[in-house]
Nanobody, 123 residues
Framework: VQLQASGGGLVQAGGSLRVSCAAS????????MGWFRQAPGKEREFVAS????????YYAASVKGRFTLSRDNAKNTVYLQMNSLKPEDTAVYYC?????????????????WGQGTQVTVSS
């Protein structure tokens, strides 16, 4: 399974970005897609996750109300819409897949990871 993240970039505080993650490779079946981020000098942290149907989502408190997940299963792609961005959102954003149906915030529960995309928010 390969994950390709894209859509990162530089934006001013208060702006918006949408990052995408496309999965390819062997047949995946049901899976949860998650996003994590890692800022310089900090540990990787959970951002959000979405279930197979797209009806179940879970967000970290720090992004809830500002970030929105959606998915297109026909394209095996998940989108993370990020609004009202803050400088503290600056990080490398990673997408990951967890086979199955249960949402989780634990990075160790995700089996496949993308290469990451840089998001930089200037003040």
């Amino acid at each position: 399974v390969q994950l390709q993240a894209s859509g990162g970039g530089l934006v001013q505080a208060g702006g918006s970005l949408r990052v995408s993650c496309a999965a390819s490779g062997r047949t995946l079946g049901l899976y949860v897609m998650g996003w994590f981020r890692q800022a310089p000098g900090k540990e990787r942290e959970f951002v959000a996750s979405i279930g197979w149907s797209g009806g179940s989502t879970y967000y970290a408190a720090s992004v809830k109300g500002r970030f929105t997940l959606s998915r297109d299963n026909a394209k095996n792609t998940v989108y993370l819409q990020m609004n009202s961005l803050k400088p503290e959102d600056t990080a490398v954003y990673y997408c990951a897949i967890r086979p199955g149906a249960g949402l989780t915030t634990l990075s160790g529960s995700f089996d496949y990871w993308g290469q990451g995309t840089q998001v930089t928010v200037s003040s």
